[in-house]
Every structure is written in structure tokens, then in C-alpha cells.
């Protein structure tokens, strides 16, 4: 069952429902006791898809999302409804371990972000010159939170994202040979991102639960 609910300090969230007992200590302290999908939520990353056209490839991302404990952000225009029969299935039984918010732009985005606390981004695009997996790429500022930007299927990243990043951050790339394909997708380039992110905030010694 999916809820929304309106904040104007985020340009809008919409939040799915969450069974599950809270986990995570430090994230129920850090974030907001309303919503229950915060207690299994860590607060120092998260995964931004900015106008997301494709509702499998963030379905698939949700799923991801829910097994690493992160959240999901979505800016809109968005290629597809919330509802949409496709995002749920490709995101299967998960949606109520996902605390995910919408905003109305990628401004409104960054005022939730800054609101929240320091932050750091780090943009994935063909253009990045730094590899994905540079050590100490995804070390959150000290009490803040690391977001991981990731642009539309079509069009990739505005260049609003691209300066935020380059700002306070960095603009990385996966290493694909572009003698075959453009560019990876986005949802497997996502998990890619998550997984670096937490190898390397987590180290080799992170839960594996």
C-alpha cells in the first residue's frame, strides 16, 4: 500500500508504508520517527534518480535499495505513475522496506538535502573523468549524507546535477567500452554505485544483513 504525503521543505514526499520492526538505531534517531521504513534506513547514503523515465529500471532500483538499507529519492518529471503496475512488480514485494521521497525539481531536492544536514554527491555520468571507485569517493561529511546522482535513461544528468557534484562532490564514471554501447543502465549502474559506496563505508567487515 503506497502513501503520499506533502512537505513543503521537500517539494513533496511520498512514502511507502513499512511492516517491518525498526533495525537501525542510528537512523530512527536520525530521521523521522513518522515514518516507519526510517528504522530500517541508514542515514549516511542515499540513492537520488532524477527524472527517471523508465518505472522497471527504478522498480529494480528500489529492490536494491530495500536489501542495502538506503534511500530513495525521485525528482520529478518522472516518465511514469507512481502506481504504475511496472514499477511494483520490478520491484516485487519490497516497496514497504524503502523510504522513498519525490520532489518536485532538482531544486527542491537540493533544499531537502541541505535541510537534512551536510552532503555530499556523487553524480554518475558518461562525462565523470574520475573512476567509480577512487577510495574515499563516498565518505559522507561528518554527521551528513553521501547522494548518489543518477540521471534520466534518455537524457542522463542535468547540468544542475553535474555542478552540485563538481561542487561538493564528484562526477564519476564506470569504465564500458563505447566501441559497443553508450553507456550502462541505469539500474545496474546504481547497484554498481551502492555497492562501491558501501564497500567502501563499510569496509570488507559491513553486515551482510
Not at 539500474?187 to 562501491?196: N, P, R, S
Amino acid at each position: 500500500m503506497l502513501a503520499r504525503s506533502r512537505a513543503a521543505a521537500t517539494g513533496g514526499l511520498w512514502r511507502v508504508r513499512c511492516r517491518r520492526r525498526p533495525r537501525c538505531a542510528a537512523a530512527v534517531a536520525a530521521g523521522d520517527r513518522s515514518d516507519p521504513s526510517v528504522g530500517t534506513t541508514r542515514p549516511d547514503l542515499a540513492v537520488v534518480f532524477v527524472h527517471p523515465r523508465i518505472a522497471e529500471n527504478t522498480g529494480t532500483t528500489a529492490r536494491t535499495c530495500a536489501a542495502a538499507r538506503v534511500g530513495l529519492h525521485l525528482v520529478e518529471p518522472l516518465g511514469f505513475e507512481t502506481t504504475s503496475p511496472r514499477l511494483k512488480r520490478a520491484g516485487l514485494d519490497y516497496w514497504d522496506a524503502v523510504h522513498v521521497s519525490t520532489h518536485a525539481s532538482f531544486a527542491a531536492f537540493l533544499a531537502a538535502a541541505a535541510a537534512a544536514g551536510p552532503a555530499r554527491f556523487v553524480a554518475f555520468s558518461t562525462r565523470g573523468n574520475t573512476h567509480y571507485a577512487t577510495p574515499g569517493l563516498y565518505t559522507p561529511p561528518a554527521g551528513g549524507t553521501t547522494y548518489l546522482l543518477f540521471g534520466a535513461e534518455t537524457t542522463g544528468l542535468p547540468e544542475a546535477a553535474h555542478e552540485a557534484a563538481a561542487a561538493a562532490g564528484a562526477v564519476v564514471r564506470l569504465p564500458a567500452s563505447r566501441a559497443h554501447v553508450r553507456s550502462l543502465n541505469v539500474a545496474v549502474t546504481a547497484g554498481v554505485g551502492v555497492y562501491e559506496a558501501l564497500r567502501q563505508i563499510d569496509g570488507c567487515d559491513g553486515p551482510l544483513e
